[in-house]
């Protein structure tokens, strides 16, 4: 299968602290490969060199074939790059529907000469983002909500917005940044099913950043695990939930291997 995205020996410090060290990773088309790792294991740092929010200090990461090294980080979303956080970061005051309008900039008509004046063009790409928000809203089933203010819903459901903004520009490569955090198990089960559905309708390449192991094994085709910067696995959840280093690592006892994939502990 085809590489999405390719990071070969990607290394990275701050100060004395080596963030990344050798890192290789390739993700093909369709895939939704887990990131997972200890706390300051150096996860969202990669999802920072992806993103371009970091310069690395040595290795290259490609994208759909594309060096990353001179791409700014306002360009990564008109590439096909879009990304979420782990904190929820949605505008309080505007509503729902406005918040996923935002994520749709990169495609709009931005020319200023254009935009002084409701030309066609700028009236078609206007609708083309309400249409685009539109079935965002049905597929993430937002619909109800979709004219409330952001500070009004709920944690669950301001995740499915910032989600529905990162899909606005129809990415080829979805950065999902611990997803999971704050919510119950219950609502990390229908999260799985979104994202699911998400890699399903639209087809996008998903690199998952997550703490929730039954999350990670249930929707992850491969998981890779970080450990102080460092890849010690990469391979399907089965094998990499047994493998000796992520049990000493992050895991646990092997025992409770099992028992902490189906529980999300």
């Not at 963030?19 to 369709?30: E, I, K, W």
């Not at 505008?91 to 900039?105: A, D, K, Q, R, T």
């Not at 899909?167 to 490569?173: D, E, I, Q, R, V």
Request: proline content about 4%.
């Amino acid at each position: 299968m085809t590489s999405v995205l390719s990071v070969r020996g990607v290394s990275l410090s701050f100060g004395g602290v080596q963030a990344l060290q050798d890192v290789s990773l390739d993700v093909a088309a369709g895939e939704i490969c887990a990131v997972v790792g200890p706390n300051g294991a150096g996860k969202t740092t990669l999802l920072n060199c992806v993103s371009r929010f970091y310069d690395w200090d040595a290795g290259a990461i490609q994208f759909d074939g594309k060096d990353l090294r001179p791409v700014r980080p306002k360009q990564v979303a008109a590439l096909g790059i879009a990304r979420t956080i782990q904190n929820v970061a949605l505008f309080p005051s505007m509503s729902v529907l406005e918040n996923i309008l935002v994520g749709g900039h990169s495609g709009a008509v931005t020319n200023p000469f254009v935009s002084m004046v409701p030309w066609a063009r700028l009236r078609a790409s206007e609708q083309a983002l309400r249409r685009r928000a539109g079935e965002l809203i049905e597929q993430l089933g937002l619909a109800a909500v979709a004219y409330r203010k952001a500070s009004e819903v709920s944690v669950q459901t301001g995740k499915r917005v910032e989600l529905a903004r990162a899909l606005m520009s129809a990415p080829k490569l979805l950065l999902l940044d611990e997803p999971a955090a704050g919510l119950n198990h219950e609502e990390v089960a229908e999260l799985a099913d979104v994202i699911l559905g998400v890699r399903r309708e639209a087809g996008v390449t998903i690199v998952l950043v997550e703490h929730h192991m039954g999350l990670v094994m249930s929707i992850s085709s491969r998981v890779c695990v970080l450990n102080f910067g460092q890849k010690i696995a990469d391979g399907p959840p089965d094998a990499v939930q047994r493998d000796p280093a992520v049990v000493l690592a992050y895991l646990g006892e092997l025992d409770s291997v099992a028992e902490t994939a189906v529980s999300g502990g």
